[in-house]
């Protein structure tokens, strides 16, 4: 689940950058508004997916 939040975030980051129109200034607010929503929810699926290896860990080593 981790590995899929930081899949995510790579993601949004590309299309943060090709939001963006160098030639003239302007950004496209549609991609905009997507790469962020994207990068948000990659954040917390990358989030919530740490958090559960960090118990796992935690209780295969008081298993040991």
């Known amino acids: ?3 899929n939040g930081l899949f995510l975030i790579s ?3 590309i299309l943060f ?6 030639q003239s ?4 607010w549609v991609n905009l508004i997507t790469s962020i929503i994207i990068m948000a929810v990659g954040g917390l699926i990358a989030s919530i ?4 290896q ?4 935690e209780a295969q080593d008081g298993n040991h």
Request: hydrophobic share 25%.
């Open 49 to 52: 997916g740490h958090k559960r």
């Open 54 to 57: 960090k118990k796992n860990k």
């Open 17 to 22: 950058l090709y939001s963006a129109n160098a």
């Open 25 to 28: 200034g302007e950004y496209h």
């Open 11 to 13: 993601i949004g980051s």
């Open 1 to 3: 689940m981790f590995k």
